[in-house]
């Protein structure tokens, strides 16, 4: 039986560090496209607007892995508030102690994990 209420902590910590992120990489896109907006270039062609399309889709990105990770986190904590945290979505399985360790969000054993969280 996995310790729950640690795991929550440790859920909690990170929910807090995206909460954190999130708002900083919110605003990253916001200047990079204001950035964009007054230089007035041309994305395809200009060296510059590669650049800042590049940089944009680096921060979306980012901000869209947080977001989801955030998802995760609160999906996580609903499932111990359930008491159906550590086990696996699939099979029931009880997820090993190590694995939720690693990624405390997850809900899936490792024999179920191929192409999810
Ligand atoms: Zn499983």
């Known amino acids: 039986m996995v ?6 902590m440790l859920l909690q910590e990170e929910r807090g560090r ?3 992120l999130l708002p900083a990489l919110r605003q990253d896109i916001t200047s990079v496209n204001a950035a964009r907006h007054d ?3 041309d994305d395809e062609h200009d060296p510059e607007g590669a650049t800042i399309a590049f940089e944009l889709s680096q921060a979306s990105a ?3 892995q947080s977001e989801a990770g955030l998802a995760q986190i609160d999906a996580a904590l609903a499932r111990i508030d359930d008491g159906r945290y550590g086990t696996c979505e699939v099979c ?3 997820i090993a ?7 405390p969000w997850t809900p899936y054993c490792i024999r179920h994990t191929s192409g999810r969280a």
Request: aromatic residues 4%; hydrophobic residues 30%; proline residues 0%.
């Open 3 to 8: 310790d729950v209420e640690r795991f929550r």
């Open 18 to 20: 995206k909460l954190t």
């Open 39 to 41: 230089s007035n270039v």
């Open 62 to 64: 980012l901000l869209e």
């Open 92 to 94: 029931g399985e009880e």
């Open 97 to 103: 102690e190590g694995r939720l360790e690693a990624r």
